[in-house]
């Protein structure tokens, strides 16, 4: 595609597509809201069964004073972080893992017969609230850290904080991304991405330090869910485990990623309209 | 306003040969399919199961790209300018909704509003008339999960127009409506046509829905277009008899009379079928008359059903 | 109405006793093997799930390793690193067999009312189920039980029985483990009948079931008197006491004996339960 588009345009463009995208996630918002007692009690739940792998840090800890280097309190702001950036994106884009569902019941058709970007209808299609849940579980934890450590803040870390939240949510929308895409070729196999979406969640949890080689590689850098807490972590709390740059490179990281990510979209789709069913 | 020229689409299928082997063909869904719509147009898609319906119209609308040929729906490219020609075109999938399911149905109209861009005041008018001839207003509050088929399929139908879409593509809209819904859909499907000047083309399974709306009628067959006129054409050329039903006065044996074969004897009421072309119904009326004596007659048409149905089994040679 | 529904609850009630005799037996193996059969089919599900299980071996054996050698003295609640892994692999392995995510088939169908039919049947309804679920565990077994354990022998050293009998006892205690997670998750959807807030209820028992079984954490990495303490519970039961019985940790007799108590506790409270329901359903018209 070679269509060039001025920076004018793609802004007006964006404006659009963010304005659709609020007007769409509105209603579904309103339709669950319908069933807001439910809702409740999902969320609580989920609150509470998300907790259960922080009590496995917590019984862990109980046997030692670190782990990989690391104190429960600095895991816990680790934990947090990770489980904030995972459970926001799984809010706005987490319903993409039934890509294979919207295919086989024809609603992906629906997508493509609308004038709007596929991707961004797909987004748009569900805001699960009771996800709250687990982002709710995650940030007590990260204030209970943040409150128990000595953390010397400045305005970078208070900055970098936010950034790692939001950049690690992006890392692991491009991971639900590029699972679904999987489901353009093979429609039953929802559940592979969930080892790379939930297990990202899992391994960023924990100080990459822990793992071994082959576990680094590929989860760490690979798939590269290091910039989801670990390296940035470790400039908020003054650790040195690793260089500065790598500390700071995370936002970056996530653009190339989300990029990434779109790009495979763009050309799974197109696949699937040529090969179809 | 759609121009299809060479059109071919091909899919590769697997099937699985013994626990291991896999058996690889290639189904040419549609095989060199040609055809052109005028601006204003109603025509109808007709065609047995795995004809080529569905993914024709798949790739008109944009869902699918074409293996090979030529497509233009409004002057632009299904394939290649979707969200463009998504603007211009209108669909209704019968079997699936395009609605949002838990929600009223006025928010999806307004939802469409915004996907589509449509100006208040324009996507005002055009809602307020559509309510109006489908009669939705009873039911613009109710979620559409609880709307009955033929309330929804009404509404489906307006979200489809909301945004004056110069193409509607249709696809069995009348699938499982009892008799008053379909009735309110094709009347206003046929204003629609004739007042607007919107392009609908309409696969339907229904001839009905054919007879009562498509003075023009597009069969495809395996894959290829195998008749593409008129409605009354097609009778013509394909059921080229027609049966005179005569009333006599006494009971009597299968009358014997030049042009025409008695096929069936009821008591008095005898039927004789005749080539439309060979004998005209007055000179075989007078005929008859002269040997017996007549209470009554009709001329019976034959139905389309039975002239596809032909079609279709293959009966009918083209 | 009413009058026939007694009759229909009254046959059933006299029919479930009546899962013991020859007859039953045959008919409970061909339950079994349907259910085993309906599992059977979903392939690509099944493999794409055995994948993300093995890749959660992988993240969490990583997690104990890193533990184990924190640890001062190498060593957790008893458990060395090779324990810890095949406790990790092990998990792994027979979580699905004995369901430890919940099941709600029978919740499912009081909601939708198809219920009704499921007790108008002329079997034992605990029965019916149960002998569904040895089938549907007895797949799970060969689909995704076998691979994970073999991938972690594969890629670490694990702690294997050094005699034949101990595999012996590790598959009873598996079939005992299933039983009680059957009588538990029984007992759960059951409880659809009083409560309509159902969801809440299946989550206390994920929650109860992931803690307390052993799913997350080894029993033996708690505090001693909770470990203690759970141990005689009947989360235990169902997933650490095989496992347990594999490592060898505990009397084995015990495990198995205190295995087989709940396994009678959880069925006869389930089959109590079941009776109360039935009755309710009577009292209600359906």
């Known amino acids: ?277 | 306003m759609i121009e299809v020229r060479d059109l071919k689409k091909s899919f590769v299928v697997y099937r699985k040969t013994g626990t291991l082997r896999r058996d690889r063909t290639i189904v040419h869904a549609v095989d060199n399919v040609g055809f052109s719509v005028a601006p204003g147009e109603m025509v109808g898609y007709v065609g047995p199961n795995g004809a080529g319906k569905s993914t024709t119209i798949k790739m008109l609308t944009g869902i699918l790209v074409p293996s090979d040929g030529v497509v233009k729906v409004a002057g632009l490219v299904p394939s290649r300018q979707r969200v463009e020609l998504a603007r211009q075109i209108g669909v209704v999938f019968g079997q699936r909704s395009q609605l949002w399911w838990d929600l009223p149905l006025i928010d999806s109209f307004d939802l469409l509003r915004h996907l589509y861009r449509v100006d208040v005041a324009s996507h005002r008018a055009q809602l307020d008339e559509c309510v109006e001839r489908l009669e939705l207003q009873e039911f613009l509050s109710t979620p559409v999960r609880q709307l009955s088929l033929g309330q929804r399929m009404r509404g489906e139908l307006a979200a489809a127009l909301l945004h004056r879409p110069k193409v509607l593509f249709l696809d069995e809209p009348t699938i499982g409506l009892d008799v008053v819904s379909r009735s309110k859909v094709r009347e206003f499907l046929g204003v629609l046509q004739r007042d607007r000047g919107v392009t609908v083309m309409l696969t339907t399974h229904d001839l009905g829905d054919i007879e009562h709306l498509c003075p023009r009628l597009l069969i495809i067959d395996q894959g290829r277009v195998i008749y593409d006129g008129a409605l009354a054409a097609l009778r013509d050329r394909f059921e080229p008899f027609r049966t005179l039903v005569v009333d006599l006065a006494v009971a009597a044996p299968a009358i014997v009379v030049e042009g025409a074969e008695v096929v069936r004897v009821e008591g008095p009421r005898q039927w004789l079928r005749f080539h439309r072309e060979h004998t005209s119904a007055a000179d075989l009326v007078a005929r008859v008359a002269q040997q017996v004596e007549l209470l009554d007659l009709t001329i019976e048409e034959p139905g389309i059903e039975d002239v596809i149905t032909r079609i279709y089994r293959g009966e009918s040679s083209l | 109405m009413i009058a026939n529904l007694t009759d229909i609850v009254g046959n059933s009630a006299r029919r479930e006793s009546g899962l013991c005799n020859v007859g039953s037996m045959r008919f409970a193996w061909e339950l079994a093997r349907r259910e085993f059969q309906r599992y059977a089919t979903y392939r690509a599900a099944t493999v794409a799930g055995l994948f993300t299980n093995t890749v959660f071996g992988f993240l969490r054996a990583a997690v104990l390793i890193a533990a184990l050698r924190a640890a001062p003295s190498g060593r957790i609640g008893g458990y060395g690193t090779r324990e810890a892994l095949t406790y990790t692999w092990l998990t792994q392995s027979l979580l699905m067999v004995v369901a430890v995510w919940g099941w709600n088939d029978i919740a499912l169908r009081v909601q939708t009312g198809d219920i009704a039919t499921d007790l108008a049947r002329p079997y034992g309804f605990l029965g019916w189920w149960l002998a569904r679920d040895c089938g549907r565990a007895a797949y799970q077994m060969l689909a995704r039980g076998i691979a994970p354990l073999v991938t972690g022998a594969v890629f670490y050293t694990l702690a294997f029985p050094s005699s034949a009998f101990r595999w012996v006892w590790f598959f009873f205690s598996i079939m005992l483990a299933v039983v009680v997670s059957f009588g538990l998750r029984f007992i759960v959807n059951l409880l659809v009948f009083w409560t309509l807030d159902w969801r809440g209820i299946s989550m206390i028992h994920n929650v109860l079931m992931s803690v307390c079984s052993g799913m997350v954490v080894p029993v033996a990495f708690f505090p001693h008197a909770i470990a203690s303490a759970l141990r005689v519970l009947p989360w235990y039961q169902a997933l650490q006491a095989p496992i347990d019985v594999f490592l060898g940790k505990g009397s084995t007799p015990t495990v198995l004996a205190v295995q087989a108590l709940w396994a009678a506790a959880t069925l006869l409270c389930a089959r109590a339960l079941l009776q109360i329901a039935q009755r309710r359903l009577v009292v209600q018209g359906g």
Not at chain 1, 3 to 25: G, Q
Not at chain 1, 137 to 145: D, E, G, N, R
């Open chain 1, 1 to 277: 595609m070679t269509t060039r588009i001025t920076a004018r345009r793609s802004l007006t463009v964006l404006r659009h597509n963010a304005e659709l995208y609020r007007h769409l996630v509105r209603a579904r918002i309103r339709a669950q809201w319908q069933y807001r007692t439910s809702l409740t009690f999902d969320a609580i739940g989920s609150f509470f069964l998300t907790f259960i792998d922080f009590l496995v840090i917590l019984a862990l800890f109980q046997h030692f004073p670190r782990l990989g280097g690391w104190t429960l309190h600095e895991v816990a702001f680790l934990y947090g972080v990770a489980g904030l950036g995972f459970s926001l994106c799984d809010l706005v884009i987490g319903h993409i893992e039934n890509l294979g569902d919207m295919i086989r019941l024809g609603q992906f058709d629906t997508v493509l017969v609308r004038p709007a970007g596929t991707l961004l209808q797909v987004m748009a299609s569900d805001f699960a609230l009771r996800r709250l849940g687990k982002a709710l579980q995650s940030l007590t934890v990260l204030i209970y850290a943040i409150v128990v450590l000595d953390v010397h803040w400045t305005f970078a870390k208070v900055v970098l904080t936010f950034a790692t939240i939001i950049s690690g949510s992006a890392i692991f929308a491009s991971i639900f991304v590029l699972g679904a895409c999987v489901q353009f070729v093979f429609i039953g196999s929802s559940e592979i991405a969930n080892a790379f979406t939930y297990g990202g969640n899992q391994f960023s949890s924990y100080p990459v330090s822990i793992y071994g080689a082959w576990l680094r590689r590929i989860f760490a850098y690979a798939i590269p869910l290091g910039f989801v807490a670990y390296f940035p972590t470790q400039y908020i709390l003054g650790r040195t485990d690793d260089p500065l740059w790598l500390q700071l490179v995370g936002p970056v990281v996530a653009i190339v990623a989300v990029g990434l990510s779109i790009v495979v979209w763009t050309f799974s789709v197109r696949r699937y309209r040529s090969s179809g069913s």
